[in-house]
């Protein structure tokens, strides 16, 4: 207690204030070193695990490869549908070009011409059943047009740093120019994920769209991945995901998962049937079995008191003038299993905490 107590100390230092004032620190840090543990063999022509929270990637086959996406290029159309729309229950009323220009055979829910749903439903039914018409419909409602929604897509790809990758359509059915690399694709993957609104649709398993002016049946929806509808390859913690597959792309997919606070994104590029699950569970099993999370200031909520004279001293009363410690639970530090987390060590300069270990800097979160 004692030890953690100087950390503290020291990060309240560099923000003291004189008068209360809350400070929230949030982010992760990863260690640098790299395991010594065997790598599975995938079939796959391209995989990744990454930590959702770090961005540490932990498994990697020809991750800056170019590959067609497919179906999980609809991640992203969700995303981008998402941060453009202030009200996502705007009604989205589907023109012709949007669902008669679909290529035989692709996959559908049946929505016609002139048909009206909420935005919502619309994100649901590209994220659950990979419907390419509501992707054209989304895309019309937010941009005005299939061209212009694309341009926003390309724009947040090049925000988040994914200049491997090129996006010609919205739903991912084939252009040659269209490829992504499966760490882009996990990076995608990562941003999205912190989003709540998209969370929250691509981990449901199922969702019920009701009547609408051209349907009088209410319309079913199915996660079309076998591990999040427990048909097929259980697997602990498994919370969303995406599938795809075009004859070019082969088959694409793309799995999130969290067990205790380690959540992982992996992805499969050009895979195989089922063997796509079988190397998701492969490569999320290697990272399972050879990494862990640190949250060391997780249950620490009390207040550090400035006596005036630069002693810092820990108390439950809130004076004055003190820093209340809060919000530090979401600090997290990725090692691997066989690391010892007592030789990490923090410091703080400016906004910023500072994590080393074994005396070299790892990392570093923002503290507000």
């Known amino acids: 207690m004692i030890r953690i107590w100087k950390i503290l100390a020291v990060m309240v230092i560099c923000v003291m204030a004189m008068s209360t004032k809350t400070i929230f620190a ?17 079939d796959g022509r ?33 995303l981008v549908a998402i941060e453009n729309n202030d009200d996502l229950y705007g009604e989205v009323t589907f ?21 009206t749903l909420p935005l919502i439903d619309v994100l649901y039914a590209i994220m659950l059943e990979s419907a390419n018409e509501a992707c054209n419909g989304a895309a019309e409602y937010t941009a005005g047009s299939n061209k212009e929604f694309v341009k926003l897509m390309n724009e947040k790809a090049k925000e988040l740093g994914c200049d491997h990758s090129h996006f010609v359509t919205t739903n991912g059915l084939h252009d040659d120019d269209h ?29 019920y769209i009701t009547p609408t002016n051209k349907s009088k049946e209410a319309r079913q929806l199915w996660n079309h991945h076998k591990m999040v509808k427990k048909t097929m390859f259980p697997y602990e913690g498994i919370e969303g995901g995406k599938t795809g597959y075009t004859t070019r792309a082969g088959g694409t997919l793309v799995t999130f998962v969290k067990r205790d ?15 796509l699950y079988k190397d998701t569970i492969k490569m999320l099993d290697y990272a ?3 990494y862990k999370v640190v949250t060391p200031f997780k249950g620490i909520q009390n207040v550090i ?35 010892d987390e007592e030789k990490l060590s923090y410091r703080s300069k400016g906004k910023n905490l500072y994590v080393d270990y074994n005396g070299k800097n790892i990392g570093k979160v923002q503290i507000y």
């Open 26 to 42: 949030a982010g992760g840090v990863a260690a640098k070193k790299k395991t010594s543990a065997e790598q599975p063999e995938i």
């Open 46 to 78: 391209a995989g990744i695990v990454m930590d959702a929270k770090t961005g540490k990637i932990l498994f990697q086959k020809n991750i800056n490869e170019k590959h067609y996406p497919a179906s999980i290029t609809k991640i992203l159309t969700t």
């Open 95 to 115: 023109s012709g070009e949007t669902v008669n220009t679909l290529e035989e055979g692709s996959t559908h829910i049946g929505i016609q011409e002139g048909e």
């Open 179 to 207: 490829y992504v690399t499966a760490k882009d694709m996990a990076t995608i993957t990562k941003a999205a994920l912190e989003n709540e609104t998209f969370r929250k649709i691509a981990c449901s398993s199922n969702y």
């Open 261 to 275: 606070n380690l959540e992982l994104i992996c992805v499969v590029l050009q895979g195989n049937g089922y063997e």
């Open 288 to 290: 399972y079995d050879n």
């Open 305 to 339: 008191q400035d006596n005036g004279l630069g002693i810092l001293k820990a108390g439950n009363q809130l004076p004055a003038n003190s820093l209340q410690l809060g919000d530090l639970d979401d600090v997290s530090i990725l090692l691997e299993k066989s690391q």
